[in-house]
């Protein structure tokens, strides 16, 4: 299922992605706390990988105006029963960082998550030492809700304290308020 259609929209990650991430990942810094952006010539195996996985239902993000994909963004660790998700595993060219397409991104994916499979709460995980996500999800209008410290052995062997951050079902209204006073 596509997800919207203008300034961006969200398809399901292919094979047919991958030239245009890998122009995208070329863009992005190496940031040694930032584990889950590949290397260009490391995209086709990151599609492959989220694609075979029954974790992750991974997006490729759009900017229709360019007609390219210029990142990645997924839903994973999905619980049905408890109505709940986390977003996350995202990525965007640093082209368009700062720019609408992360917001409208965003906004494609929450309204999937409470309107359309009515979920009670959105998580998302960054890492403690990743102040450029945690501004975005506060600007978002997540919530900050603890830290869990020595959560997580990096690809390149740090440890890694991550930051919860959430969006509740009857938060989501305002969230969606917001997203679109800052899309208009």
């Given at each position: 299922?596509?997800?919207g259609s203008s300034p961006v929209r969200l398809e399901p990650l292919s094979s047919t992605h991958a030239e245009d991430?890998?122009?995208?990942?070329?863009?992005?810094?190496?940031?040694?706390?930032?584990?889950?952006?590949?290397?260009?010539?490391?995209?086709?195996?990151?599609?492959?990988?989220?694609?075979?996985?029954?974790?992750?239902?991974?997006?490729?993000?759009?900017?229709?105006?360019?007609?390219?994909?210029?990142?990645?963004?997924?839903?994973?660790?999905?619980?049905?029963?408890?109505?709940?998700?986390?977003?996350?595993?995202?990525?965007?060219?640093?082209?368009?960082?700062?720019s609408y397409v992360n917001p409208a991104a965003k906004l494609l994916l929450l309204t999937h998550v409470f309107e359309?499979?009515?979920?009670?709460?959105?998580?998302?995980?960054?890492?403690?030492?990743?102040?450029?996500?945690?501004?975005?999800?506060?600007?978002?209008?997540?919530?900050?809700?603890?830290?869990?410290?020595?959560?997580?052995?990096?690809?390149?062997?740090?440890?890694?304290?991550?930051?919860?951050?959430?969006?509740?079902?009857?938060?989501?209204?305002?969230?969606?308020?917001?997203?679109?006073?800052?899309?208009?």
């Amino acid at each position: 299922m596509v997800l919207g259609s203008s300034p961006v929209r969200l398809e399901p990650l292919s094979s047919t992605h991958a030239e245009d991430l890998a122009r995208a990942a070329a863009t992005l810094p190496d940031i040694w706390y930032v584990d889950h952006v590949p290397a260009p010539e490391g995209v086709g195996e990151q599609i492959a990988f989220l694609v075979a996985s029954d974790n992750y239902r991974p997006w490729a993000i759009i900017d229709a105006a360019a007609n390219r994909a210029v990142g990645i963004t997924c839903i994973y660790n999905v619980d049905e029963h408890n109505k709940h998700c986390e977003l996350g595993h995202t990525w965007i060219s640093a082209d368009v960082q700062g720019s609408y397409v992360n917001p409208a991104a965003k906004l494609l994916l929450l309204t999937h998550v409470f309107e359309d499979l009515r979920f009670m709460r959105a998580e998302f995980r960054c890492h403690t030492m990743n102040f450029q996500s945690r501004r975005a999800l506060e600007r978002l209008g997540a919530k900050f809700e603890g830290e869990l410290r020595r959560y997580r052995i990096m690809n390149n062997g740090t440890v890694r304290d991550s930051r919860i951050y959430s969006i509740l079902d009857y938060e989501w209204p305002m969230v969606k308020c917001g997203l679109e006073a800052r899309l208009a």
